[in-house]
């Protein structure tokens, strides 16, 4: 069966609010749930802030470590789901039921499978 | 598969029967095979295959009785082939038994009308599916469905030939890579499935109707294959209000296709054309059938374009043309999908039921609007409303305004033409 990696992008600004955030985990761990029953293998994880972010690379043999993510977005990667779906379309529904997409997006991307040797 | 058909000396170089027999089945071929193969490229290397066999061997062997039986199953049996010879492909033992099954099946329902199009809607619904691009969306829809070749595609769209060949390849690796499944959309999705198909059929139409003359020859093929979509589309989809709308509206304008240039490729505006050029056979057909839609109680927006349409083409004389109920319906239409084209066919309606003034008070919001600033048409109807209303050098700043911005040689030459008619000359 395909599987799908759940993107999820949270607006860097216009989230929900300190009194609101009881409400939004109420309804990602709803969110979760539903996803797990579609497929008990379900993997995920929220990220922490990107803030907390540190991006490597080595450019000329020299390793170069900067605070922050690898590019400065207006949506930033806020966690991710890697779901066993029949098809796009499916996935495609999980996706659009994510708290995240009215304040933000979810990309779906689809993940490698090597064919059996 | 033996000598069915028999062979007419007066049908021709069996080589092109068997092209023309091809690009007739191909589409509900493909449909079918697709659907038993699970692979959009694999389904049509296989038809190609099949296409070679029928060159060499229907000559010999008459053409058959069935034609898209054979075909089928000629295809069918060189993608078992060509399946065999794949290593890499991940489900490849199953697709094999699967078509080992199919092949060895007694009864045959090759070919049995109500299978051919259930699959004939898939491969719709699957083309213009909204991962994909809209480019990519148009240009599959054309080469699975309807009877362009990649190079007829390309030209038609004015980009070159292996542009449009990468184009179409990325889409079908996309189908394959992502998991696009085959099949008509679940109903919580169908009625926005089913729009973003009749945008595409549109779409397609719109760049036929659009061409400049010297591009008609290639383009003017597109307004052809837009409508036999939308047959395709109507029978396969006879309730849906919308898809019967969208036929009409096609229908309607492709019927005044020959008036809109003259015999020189110069444009002419709807209240000067000649209407005996006017094929009166699509306007009775496409007025059949947006009653029939009207009909449903579904209204919508392709169905009040058409109906707009209508009351043009059913004016004794354009002098007689029902501009009031025109700009009612495009109030309608604005309601339903406010887009800045939209009111400023309202605002030039209303010029012609309220006079120059009302139809300017209308346009001025929109001039302002950047959405459609740079729209061509925007400022020629400006310019036309000014001229009406006796502001002579206001509409002459508007003309200019609108030669700047069109980029369409005929269109062009009709400005210049109206803007030193301004000055007299």
């Not at chain 2, 000629?74 to 290593?87: F, G, K, N, P, Q």
């Not at chain 2, 005044?256 to 094929?279: E, I, M, P, S």
């Not at chain 2, 009351?311 to 007689?320: C, F, G, I, N, R």
């Not at chain 2, 609007?369 to 729209?375: C, E, L, S, T």
Request: aromatic share 6%; hydrophobic share 45%; charged share 25%.
């Amino acid at each position: 069966m395909p599987k799908y990696m759940l993107l999820i992008y949270g607006a860097a600004e216009g989230g929900p609010s300190a009194e609101e955030m009881p409400a939004e985990h109420q309804k990602w761990n709803e969110y979760t749930a539903s996803l797990r029953a579609a497929d008990p293998g379900l993997v995920g994880d929220q990220l922490r802030d990107v803030d907390e972010a540190t991006t490597v690379r080595v450019i000329d043999g020299e390793t170069q470590i900067t605070d922050g993510p690898f590019a400065v977005t207006k949506e930033l990667l806020a966690g991710y789901y890697i779901i066993d779906c029949p098809d796009l379309d499916v996935a495609l529904g999980h996706a659009a039921r994510a708290p995240i997409v009215t304040h933000g997006s979810v990309e779906v991307r689809p993940v490698f499978v090597y064919p059996a040797a | 598969m033996g000598p069915g058909g028999g062979w007419r000396s007066q049908d021709g170089d069996p080589a092109a029967v068997a092209e023309r027999v091809f690009r007739e089945e191909r589409g509900g071929v493909l449909a079918v095979l697709i659907r038993q193969v699970g692979d959009f490229q694999l389904a049509e290397d296989a038809v190609q295959d099949a296409f070679a066999a029928a060159v060499a061997t229907w000559p010999r062997d008459g053409v058959p009785t069935n034609p898209a039986a054979w075909i089928t199953t000629a295809a069918r049996r060189r993608a078992i082939d060509r399946l065999r010879r794949t290593r890499s492909l991940a489900d490849r033992t199953d697709r094999l038994a699967e078509l080992a099954r199919l092949d060895s099946q007694e009864h045959a329902v090759e070919g049995e009308q109500s299978a051919v199009e259930d699959d004939r809607l898939r491969l719709i619904f699957t083309c213009c599916h909204p991962a994909l691009g809209l480019p990519a969306r148009t240009a599959l829809t054309l080469r699975m469905l309807g009877g362009l070749t990649t190079g007829e595609i390309a030209r038609a769209f004015l980009v070159s030939e292996s542009t449009m060949g990468q184009r179409i390849s990325r889409a079908k690796a996309k189908i394959a890579g992502a998991g696009i499944p085959y099949r008509v959309p679940t109903d919580d999705v169908l009625p926005d499935r089913l729009r973003g198909v009749l945008a595409v059929v549109y779409l397609i139409f719109n760049e036929g109707y659009a061409a400049a003359a010297g591009e008609r020859l290639v383009r003017g093929e597109l307004c052809s294959e837009a409508i036999r979509l939308g047959r395709l589309l109507a029978r396969l989809m006879p309730d849906d209000a919308e898809v019967l709308g969208l036929l009409a509206l096609m229908l309607l304008h492709d019927a005044r296709r020959d008036a809109r240039v003259d015999d020189v490729g110069r444009y002419v505006a709807l209240d000067t054309q000649d209407r005996t050029r006017w094929d009166q056979g699509r306007i009775r057909e496409g007025l059949r059938l947006l009653e029939q839609a009207l009909r449903r109680r579904r209204p919508g927006s392709y169905q009040l374009q058409a109906a707009i349409t209508a009351l043009h083409v059913e004016a004794a004389s354009p002098e007689q043309t029902d501009w009031q109920e025109i700009a009612a319906l495009y109030g309608r239409l604005a309601e339903l999908e406010g887009s800045p084209v939209v009111e400023l066919n309202r605002a030039v309606a209303v010029g012609f039921a309220a006079g120059p003034r009302a139809g300017l008070e209308l346009l001025g919001p929109l001039l302002a609007d950047p959405r459609i600033a740079g729209y061509q048409p925007l400022h020629a109807a400006h310019a036309e409303l000014l001229r009406r209303a006796g502001d002579s050098a206001a509409a002459g700043e508007a003309y200019r305004r609108a030669i700047e911005l069109s980029g369409n040689a005929v269109e062009r030459a009709e400005l210049e033409q109206r803007l030193s008619a301004l000055r007299g000359g």
